[in-house]
């Protein structure tokens, strides 16, 4: 059964790199079915997607984070990986890794949508 | 980037209700359209994908529909389980969520 596992440091002083990897199980993260992902979830608040990669290392942003995130693949370890520079407080969130399942449509191609998800880690940015 | 609208953005009802919830986008998406359970302190569940097909090991009180601008989730017979936060999702281009909805208890 495939499991997703976030780790990394739960506290970011402000202005820093927020560094997250997610871990793999159950599956491999080279295969061409899936694409794979972060969400976040400030208290509170609701959902917003960060970015996902491909296992080639293509990746999509959200345009509001795109200048300062980064996303990452170690095939070799089975992660992948998350960059956020410059926080502040207004990045304390839960930070949710997924994977995204390929949807094949004759008309559109490859469309892919969220089915497993890790647990989530907290993230604080605080000084 | 397409904005997914919610509405409303919470409700109370009793258990055994009929709950519809509805999810707008701001340009046409297709089917490409998932729906989220979310319970406090837990990761979001998948329950819909492509508007209408429910996930495996779904209870199928739950159903979905619709295309293009408009899509609806409806629970026909709340359960004391299904009180939670319901996120709607495209994904058609990159993804976004809706702002989510929260069913409460009566």
């Known amino acids: 059964q495939l499991q997703l596992q976030e780790s990394g440091p739960g506290l970011v002083k402000p202005s820093e790199t927020l560094s997250l990897t997610c871990t793999v199980s159950?599956?491999?993260?080279?295969?061409?079915?899936?694409?794979w992902g972060w969400i976040r979830q400030p208290p509170g608040k609701g959902l917003e997607w960060i970015g996902s990669?491909?296992?080639?290392?293509?990746?999509y942003y959200n345009p509001s984070l795109k200048s300062r995130v980064t996303i990452s693949v170690d095939t070799s370890k089975n992660q992948f990986s998350l960059k956020l520079s410059s926080v502040t407080a207004a990045d304390t969130a839960v930070y949710y890794c997924?994977?995204?399942?390929?949807?094949?449509?004759?008309?559109?191609?490859?469309?892919?949508?969220?089915?497993?998800w890790g647990k989530g880690t907290t993230v604080t940015v605080s000084s | 980037a397409i904005r997914m609208t919610q509405s409303p953005s919470s409700l109370s009802a009793s258990t055994g209700d009929r709950v519809t919830i509805t999810c707008r986008a701001s340009?046409?998406?297709?089917?490409?359209l998932a729906w989220y359970q979310q319970k406090p302190g837990k990761a979001p569940k998948l329950l819909i994908y492509?508007?209408?097909t429910l996930q495996s090991g779904v209870p199928s009180r739950f159903s979905g529909s619709g295309s293009g601008t408009d899509f609806t989730l409806t629970i026909s017979c709340l359960q004391s389980e299904d009180f939670a936060t319901y996120y709607c999702?495209?994904?058609?281009?990159?993804?976004?969520f809706g702002q989510g909805t929260k069913v409460e208890i009566k």
């Open positions: 997924a994977r995204h399942f390929r949807y094949y449509d004759i008309l559109t191609g490859s469309l892919y949508y969220m089915d497993v």
């Open positions: 990669i491909y296992y080639s290392g293509s990746t």
């Open positions: 159950g599956g491999s993260i080279s295969s061409s079915s899936y694409y």
């Open positions: 340009q046409g998406i297709s089917s490409y």
């Open positions: 999702q495209q994904y058609y281009s990159i993804w976004t």
């Open positions: 492509a508007a209408s």
